[in-house]
């Protein structure tokens, strides 16, 4: 069967205009990064944060924003998915909300700014949480073994 000339040229258009949109989507994509200092252990979603220095990274494209967090202290790193979003003013700044509840103190949310987003997040479950950080005991031993054979 012959291609007919009238709808091969329809569809090479077509697929070129979906192309061409999903790679400005793809090109949409942007990044902010930022810091912060944690004097208590924060729940942030189903992240548990002991006390200390944080990186952030939050990267937003068309259908979802992620927050990745780097604990500077331990190396780990963790993800934190916001419960909503709404607008925030550029004079806000970067600022991270705590609220303390019964069970902790917990990222309520994340304002950014520059960028015109606010990120919320809910309050956190008894459930099963990532720490990023090591747990230490008193009694901590390590051992380490080693052989040339495989």
């Known amino acids: 069967m ?5 709808y091969f ?3 090479a258009v077509f697929l070129t205009l979906c192309a061409a949109s999903l790679l400005s989507t793809l090109g949409s994509a942007e990044t902010v990064r930022g810091n912060f200092k944690l004097t208590t ?3 942030w979603g189903k992240l548990l944060l002991a006390p200390g220095a944080y990186d952030f990274t939050i990267t937003t494209d068309v259908s979802r924003t992620i927050v990745t967090v780097h604990s500077r202290d331990s190396g780990w790193s963790g993800m934190a998915m916001a419960e909503g979003s709404s607008d925030a003013k550029p004079d806000e700044g970067m600022k991270l909300l705590l609220v303390k509840s019964e069970g902790g103190t917990y990222v309520r949310a994340l304002c950014l700014g520059d960028s015109g987003i606010t990120l919320t997040y809910a309050m956190p479950k008894s459930s099963k949480v990532t720490r990023l950080t090591q747990e230490r005991t008193a009694n901590t031993t390590i051992a380490s073994a080693s052989s040339g054979q495989r």
Do not use: D, I, Y
Request: without cysteine.
């Open 9 to 11: 040229a329809v569809r």
């Open 41 to 43: 252990e924060t729940h």
């Open 2 to 6: 012959k291609p007919n000339g009238k």
